[in-house]
């Protein structure tokens, strides 16, 4: 768990000092994307916790539900279509269902409820 | 068990990094932009484009102008004709010398019908708003030239109301208003006679309209002196100092 806050906090001190690398037109898929990477990480935390966590899982689900989002995105986009609303729903749904879960897990870990 | 803990920790670098550089990004609100606002932007920068483009050619065929008076020195003769075409056009634009044409003559005289028990007698007279009003519907509709009681509207003639009078380029008149105006007749009356128009406004007021179709009107020219005591010429077009 350690090593996940320091990741964490290395990539913001990075991320402060960093100059841009892409430009602002792209924020937009950028933010979808990270919420695709949010859902794996949450999906991840859930899976160690049930003890069923396997790195590749974690690996190309997290690549895969990013590039998709922002995949998405960009061809709703192009199409005039805000497809971006897909990934907002899945994800954003399947974050606060991977969060009640994990919620579950530790009020039963703790206090056995 | 190394591989899983380098992943982990590179993945939460990228996530810490992305929301970071994200949040810095960006500033206030982010909007979706619709298709439709983008149509809208492109048409006004296409049109901006196309005035760019014009702005470029009259550029142009200034610079050819100015290289041929540069390179031509003994043709004077050329220059002072091109010199007096371009006069006549500017005399004509400016309202210094008298037009023909075909166009309208409008009568605008104060009503006649008996007045309503208690009604303002300003409701069927002539105002200074009337004769603003019915000029640019004429200029809407494409009038060329315009001049009221034999006083041209240039860009400096001003319309006041004086009392029972109204002053137009310094001089005072009364009614009637003869308005005339050199463009396409039918457009013209039509602009100020049609349902809706703003004499037949007029008239459902109870003023006297009158609208008369004339072919080779004649226009007097601008005969009041102008003074400027702020404008100056600039050196050269566009130049500020």
Same mark, same amino acid.
């Given at each position: 768990m350690l090593i996940v806050f320091v990741g964490l906090v290395v990539g913001v001190i990075a991320g402060l000092f960093l100059?841009?690398? %892409?430009?602002?037109? %792209?924020s937009f898929y950028i933010s979808i994307a990270i919420l695709g990477s949010l859902d794996s990480i949450f999906g991840a935390v859930r899976a160690n916790m049930e003890q069923k966590f396997k790195t590749a899982i974690f690996v190309s689900g997290f690549l895969a539900n990013t590039l998709m989002a922002a995949g998405l995105a960009f061809i709703g986009d192009k199409m005039g279509i805000p497809l971006y609303y897909a990934s907002i729903f899945v994800f954003g749904g399947r974050i606060f269902e991977n969060l009640a879960t994990i919620r579950r897990l530790l009020l039963k870990k703790y206090f056995n409820i | 068990m190394k591989i899983r803990k380098l992943l982990l920790f590179l993945l939460c670098v990228l996530i810490g990094l992305l929301i970071t550089i994200q949040s810095r990004v960006i500033t206030g609100s982010f909007l979706y932009v619709s298709p439709k606002t983008l149509q809208d932007y492109k048409i006004s920068i296409d049109n901006q484009e196309k005035e760019n483009d014009s702005i470029r050619t009259s550029i142009q065929d200034k610079e050819e102008q100015l290289k041929k008076y540069m390179e031509s020195p003994e043709k004077s003769e050329e220059i002072v004709k091109s010199a007096e075409k371009e006069l006549a056009e500017l005399k004509m634009i400016s309202g210094v010398t008298d037009v023909y044409g075909d166009g309208i003559i409008i009568v605008l005289d104060d009503g006649t019908r008996e007045l309503y028990p208690g009604e303002d007698p300003l409701d069927i007279i002539v105002h200074d708003v009337d004769i603003l009003k019915i000029i640019n519907e004429l200029r809407i509709a494409g009038a060329e030239a315009i001049s009221i009681n034999g006083q041209r509207v240039i860009n400096t003639t001003e319309i006041n109301c004086s009392g029972h009078s109204i002053r137009i380029n310094n001089q005072f008149f009364a009614q009637p208003f003869f308005i005339k105006a050199i463009g396409n007749p039918n457009m013209m009356e039509a602009a100020i006679?049609?349902?809706?128009?703003y004499g037949e406004l007029l008239l459902t007021y109870g003023l006297i309209v009158n609208v008369d179709k004339v072919i080779h009107l004649k226009i007097n020219k601008h005969e009041e002196s102008i003074e400027f005591k702020y404008v100056k010429a600039a050196a050269r077009e566009g130049e500020l100092r």
């Open positions: 100059p841009n690398f %892409y430009p602002a037109q %792209y | 006679m049609s349902p809706g128009g």
